[in-house]
């Protein structure tokens, strides 16, 4: 059966469009037993209502996809859309009397959710997101609106492409594009090229958004030492680099980011009422 074929049967139109914006609230019945298995399940209801007209099989169609699924929402309609051309190639099965495997639906959502959920990760919550952040809070610092427009800019446009194309591509190649990513190692690095340039772009933001120095001064025998260009010395913004990564170990040490604020609020007022810090115009401490 061609592509053509297929596309007139199961993925009209009106099907794809259905699809598409169900796999936005994905994550709305979000549950810690199957995650985000409602969601998925909802997403594929219109192609299953077009593949089984009979109730009964939908039933047993729709209960086949509760169960546990987790992946990034914004990369889920690979998996949907090939997902949709498996339920396809087993009801074709079924109707010519031929052995089909339904059991190997859930296999494949399950050998793909988590290096698609990889990849996802890598490039929207720690690249888009982060760029996106970073531009869009240096403009706001400035007043500017265009701040938030950006950032919202940045990550969702990227965002959409993969999330409409991703149908398309997941229910045209099926599993066989994405097992050829994963065989070919592209999975693996693509997430690792995402990883280094979320570290650049972090890398970027903590040396050009982060300030922190020190009006400290020592005399010794009528020589003065003055700490901040000893510091600048050994590493240019030594000072915001080590604030950064000691927020970082305290966060993995399970601080919560509220109580990090605060404290970071009464370390910037009581150090620049002390005289340990001091504070510039347009920067952060």
Known sequence: MDNKKRKEEVMTEDVFKKTFWRSFPLQACFNFERMQNIGFAYMMIPALKKLY???EDLKIALKRHLTIFNTTPAVVTFIAG??????EKIKNAKEKGEEADEESINAVKTALMGPLAGIGDSFFWGTFRIIGAGIGASLAAKGSIMGAVLFLLIYNIPHLIVRYQGLKLGYKSGVSFL???????VIALLTEVAKILGLVVVGSMCGSMVSLSTPLVLKISG???????????????????????LLYKLLQKGFKTTTLLWGILALGIIGAVVGIFWYEKNTYV
């Open 82 to 87: 090939a997902t949709i051309a498996m339920e």
């Open 53 to 55: 007209p009979n109730k």
């Open 223 to 245: 020589a003065k030492i003055v700490f901040q260009e000893v510091f600048d010395g050994i590493i240019k913004g030594l000072l915001p680099l080590g604030f950064t990564w």
């Open 179 to 185: 097992e050829s990513l994963s065989k070919g190692g």
